[in-house]
């Protein structure tokens, strides 16, 4: 439905990603830069609604019907520019994207800390969802199991963030790679290179006025995860909006998982990953 109806605006700006490799987080981020001259910074809508109903998620939110997620009510009404995120696969994209001249930013984490985040995840879902007598958790080493076979809804992991990798190699002004380990290190070099990719950059004078310290501080999990809006209520009967807030650390998933499960998942991604220039710090369990 989406990869065939989905017509793209030469200023719309993508957000894609494998799931749970900083999305809420870069949505914040991009909707707060690119309408910073629209509201005061403590009126920002990010402090009323939760990131996933500010940026619509494409093949669920516009297009999807299986079940409510935040949606537009006339998406040719949206103003420009128009955020949008998918989850999808960088050769499943619509024509549409890649014709027009509408940018993409992939946000990318280090698969660890990924299939930790998605595991949590999902068994929140399946708790609300399923009777107590009907819910039999999976283990973490059964979740782990699927995802480093690539038995996931989206596709292989790695095959994901290849993908996109090599795109943002051949078309450079058209999809910006980002790492969420390297936004958390330097935030600020990070903020500043998103604007600039938006066509958006900050000024000497916001520099110097703290511009972007303020996003940084709004969109950051500690506040955002303390918001009454992203605190409680629902999607629909499987999400919760604090689901999407967790711990927002990096090396997280290698405390969670056996010594085992990280020198496999490691030797893998140095398998997958060679020679493509793209490299995750391989975190071990120190
Ligand atoms: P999605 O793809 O389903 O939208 P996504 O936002 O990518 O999910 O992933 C959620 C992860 O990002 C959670 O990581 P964790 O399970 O390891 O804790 C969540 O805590 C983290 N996250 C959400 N918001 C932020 C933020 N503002 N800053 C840093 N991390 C964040």
């Known amino acids: 439905m989406f990869q065939r109806h989905f017509h793209a605006r030469d200023t719309d700006l993508i957000i894609a990603s494998h799931p749970k490799t900083g999305t809420t987080w870069l949505k914040s981020l991009l909707f707060a830069i690119v309408n910073r001259f629209k509201h005061p910074k403590n009126e920002s809508p990010l402090l009323k609604h939760h990131p996933h109903e500010l940026v619509y998620r494409l093949e669920q939110g516009v297009y999807g019907e299986a079940f409510e997620y935040p949606r537009p009510q006339h998406l040719n009404e949206l103003p420009s520019p128009r955020l949008f995120n998918t989850h999808i696969a960088y050769i499943s994209l619509p024509e549409s994207i890649l014709s027009s001249g509408c940018r993409v930013l ?101 520099e110097s006025e703290g511009v972007i310290q303020d996003i940084i501080q709004l969109c950051s999990i500690k506040n955002l995860k303390e918001l009454e809006v992203n605190k409680s209520g629902v999607f629909s009967k499987h999400y919760d909006k604090k689901s999407y807030f967790r711990k927002g650390e990096v090396g997280d998933g290698a405390h969670q998982l056996t010594p085992n499960m990280v020198e496999r998942m490691n030797n893998l991604m140095q398998e997958k990953l060679e020679g493509t220039g793209l490299s995750f710090e391989c975190i071990s369990q120190s």
């Open 106 to 206: 992939y946000i990318s984490r280090n698969p660890l800390d990924t299939v930790v985040s998605l595991y949590y995840f999902i068994l929140d879902a399946m708790k609300k969802i399923l009777h107590e007598e009907d819910f039999i958790k999976t283990s973490l080493k059964d979740f782990f199991e699927d995802f480093y076979n690539g038995r996931n809804t989206n596709g292989p992991f790695f095959e994901h963030v290849i993908g996109y990798w090599k795109a943002s190699l051949e078309y450079p002004d058209k999809l910006l790679f980002l790492k969420y380990e390297d936004l958390k290190k330097d935030p600020v070099s990070h903020v500043k290179k998103l604007a600039e990719f938006v066509g958006e950059p900050f000024s000497p004078q916001e």
